[in-house]
């Protein structure tokens, strides 16, 4: 396969998987905007609470990464009734994971806030958001899982309109609730907890429709027994991302603990800077889709030199799509960050000079970032979910936690002290530890052993 050709099913993929993301990401941004008008607590404390439920994101990409990989593998060598297989099984694992995770929130969610550092009205809003966030968790998995194997089996489009109709019933259901419009309860930051289930659900809903009904390229005639053999499959290659995202959550939970400790107003900015870096995610996750999509296809089909011709041609692209992105982080910080405050909030102007700072040092690392997420998602759409594993175990806590931790409240060593940096050392050691976990991932995509890896 020549590399326009390459590049001609990279972008095929990519676009809807990009065009969904920047819809999710401009729901989140919606939501960070409303929210951020009640007030700057309650941006910090949504973000907290949304951290919370981010941590079980593992959990959640234990099956779906599975899935999409053996259903990419099945569609690629012909194989569709092994494909729906894999579907079936992965929809009742995602169920069967959901109920405890809900529960989970509800019981402990509280507790872990507390340990976080949140206090006082942070935590009382953050545990309430969560309490709702969690209420919807068996059917966000299950729709997690049945987006990536619509994915896996090179349909990129469905997910991108059914995310679109999730994210503007969201977006309708924040403005109803947050504010209490049209009748609606006056439900505050919780509302855009009760507005996001919503939309999840509906969405799920018409999936399940298209696809039972024979409306996709990929089929699902359920029969309603649960396969243990299957189940192993998708699980062993789930199970490293598993170990892999719980280590990433757990060092999130260390570094947001310590971003937490230098304040509210800190915490506020990091939460703004993140939500409008989140926008650089946007071609970053579409080429993630695309890469591991064509990767798992080429290598059912017995093409490993055309999977790897895939992955080279994804960095290229990623490469400028990224740079752009860097330059408009750089450039035009305040204009980006203006929506999220409210100029009569007696913080306006700390929080708008830390959020320009988080944003300028985040923008150096756009790049890497980009060829992070292809990278890993060429290991993962290949089965070696292992490798990435390795490197989030190793990168996260020695060139993140660690220099965070040391830079942002200082440290003594031979006599010389080290005053620290505040948030700003956090937000250093977050950039630096991004370049060298793209590099250990290079290293290991160049050995090339994830081309024979059995699924």
């Not at 690629?76 to 894999?86: S, T, W």
């Not at 299950?142 to 194997?149: E, G, I, K, R």
């Not at 260390?254 to 939460?271: C, N, P, W």
């Not at 960050?337 to 909030?345: A, R, S």
């Amino acid at each position: 396969m020549d590399r326009r050709e390459i590049r001609r099913r990279l972008w095929k993929l990519a676009w809807p998987a990009i065009a969904g993301n920047i819809s999710q990401t401009m729901l989140n941004l919606v939501d960070t905007m409303m929210v951020g008008h009640v007030s700057a607590v309650a941006v910090g404390a949504v973000g907290l609470g949304g951290q919370v439920s981010w941590f079980m994101f593992p959990i959640m990409m234990s099956v779906s990464i599975g899935v999409l990989a053996l259903v990419a593998r099945f569609t690629g060598a012909g194989n569709g009734e092994m494909a729906e297989e894999v579907l079936e099984q992965g929809l009742y694992m995602a169920f069967l994971l959901g109920i405890p995770i809900m529960l989970f929130g509800w019981f402990v969610g509280r507790d872990v806030l507390v340990v976080m550092g949140a206090r006082g009205s942070v935590l009382s809003i953050a545990y309430r958001y969560l309490v709702v966030l969690f209420a919807f968790y068996p059917v966000r998995f299950m729709s997690f899982t049945l987006f990536s194997a619509i994915r896996g089996a090179g349909d990129t489009k469905t997910p991108m309109k059914l995310g679109i109709v999730m994210n503007v019933i969201n977006a309708v259901m924040d403005y109803l609730l947050i504010y209490g419009k049209l009748g609606f309860p006056r439900l505050g930051p919780v509302g855009a907890a009760w507005a996001s289930g919503i939309g999840i659900t509906v969405s799920f809903i018409l999936a399940m429709y298209l696809i039972l009904s024979g409306k996709l390229i990929l089929h699902l005639r359920l029969r309603w027994r649960f396969s243990l053999n299957m189940a192993k499959r998708i699980m062993r290659i789930g199970v490293p991302t598993l170990i892999d995202r719980s280590l990433f959550s757990f060092y999130s939970f260390l570094y947001m603990s310590i971003v937490t400790r230098f304040g509210k107003i800190a915490l506020a900015a990091h939460q703004v800077g993140l939500r409008i870096e989140s926008i650089a995610y946007m071609p970053a996750f579409g080429f993630n889709v695309a890469t591991s999509t064509l990767v798992g296809q080429n290598l059912g089909a017995g093409r490993p030199e055309d999977a790897e011709a895939t992955v080279y041609e994804a960095l290229k692209l990623i490469g400028i799509f990224m740079g752009v992105m860097a330059v408009i982080l750089v450039v035009f910080p305040r204009y980006l960050i203006m929506p999220f405050l409210n100029p009569n909030d007696p913080s306006y102007n700390e929080v708008m000079h830390l959020a320009v700072i988080y944003l300028i040092i985040a923008a150096v690392s756009e790049v890497p970032l980009g060829w992070m997420f292809v990278l890993s998602g060429a290991l993962r759409g290949a089965g070696d979910t292992k490798s990435p594993m390795y490197v989030t175990a190793v990168s996260k806590l020695v060139f993140r936690i660690i220099p965070a931790y040391l830079l942002g409240f200082g440290f003594t060593v031979l006599g010389y002290t080290f005053s620290g940096l505040g948030v700003v050392g956090a937000w250093i050691a977050m950039t630096e530890e991004i370049f060298v976990s793209t590099a250990m991932l290079w290293w290991i995509f160049k050995r090339g052993k994830w081309k024979s890896v059995r699924v």
